[in-house]
């Protein structure tokens, strides 16, 4: 079945604790990207990568970390999360062969629900 | 960078009724795409609409594009109780980018 797969699905840490959720499609594709989600604010995108080796900021990339040494996955890292990163977290992918990204469908992940106390 | 910006922000209605919502956007796009997310889960790609279109159908949904007002609307036929989700637009995020930008979204609400 093609797939996002995200985990932890749900997190609950403490200031200053490193931590990272994973994600992972099998579905070959190129473009991967994450999003944080918060009440009030859509979805906001953190990092994109458009293949293996290249990643680039998003909108609201400050306080995460990305890297992408394979292609199905696209792990995001949180070095040291504070309370302000608790939000609904989501990876996304999608094709990417030529034109433009909003040629193509995103597939999304489940979410991971992230608190920081 | 908001580029999308969904109209209204919440949407009661009874079933069977049609359900209209509105996206908004700024700068010139190659797409516009609307998404479904059922509360809390990821979101579910419902249909993709060229700049070079202007109205197109999937099944009990209807989008069409207006290029020269920067706006779409989704159109719900005959609503159904499964039909409550928050929808969402997306946009490139400007011309060239290789970036969606996804509006705030619409809740809507089926009644039985």
């Known amino acids: 079945e093609a797939q996002v797969t995200q985990n932890p699905r749900y997190l609950i840490t403490v200031t200053g604790k490193k931590l990272t959720v994973t994600c992972s499609q099998n579905?070959?594709?190129?473009?991967m990207s994450w999003y944080r989600q918060d009440p009030g604010l859509g979805l906001r995108q953190i990092y994109y990568?458009?293949?293996?080796?290249?990643?680039d900021k998003g909108d609201v990339p400050e306080g995460y970390k990305v890297s992408r040494k394979e292609k199905r996955n696209f792990p995001l890292i949180l070095e040291s999360p504070s309370p302000n990163q608790t939000s609904l977290y989501f990876c996304?992918?999608?094709?990417?062969?030529?034109?433009?990204?909003?040629?193509?469908?995103?597939?999304f992940g489940p979410g991971t629900r992230l608190t920081v106390t | 960078s908001q580029q999308g910006e969904e109209d209204p922000q919440a949407l009661s209605i009874q079933e069977g009724e049609n359900a209209t919502m509105n996206c908004s956007y700024k700068?010139?796009?190659?797409?516009l795409q609307w998404y479904r997310q059922n509360s809390g889960r990821g979101l579910v790609h419902l249909i993709l609409i060229r700049s070079n279109e202007r109205e197109k159908h999937s099944g009990r949904l209807r989008v069409t594009l207006d290029t020269s007002k920067k706006s779409s609307s989704l159109l719900i036929t005959a609503s159904r109780a499964a039909d409550t989700a928050s929808y969402f637009c997306?946009?490139?995020?400007?011309?060239?980018?290789?970036?969606?930008?996804f509006g705030q979204g619409t809740r809507l609400t089926i009644n039985p």
């Open positions: 579905m070959n594709h190129e473009y």
């Open positions: 700068t010139s796009i190659n797409n």
């Open positions: 997306a946009t490139d995020a400007w011309e060239g980018a290789q970036k969606l930008v």
């Open positions: 990568s458009m293949n293996v080796e290249v990643t």
């Open positions: 996304a992918s999608s094709k990417l062969a030529g034109g433009p990204i909003s040629n193509y469908e995103q597939y």
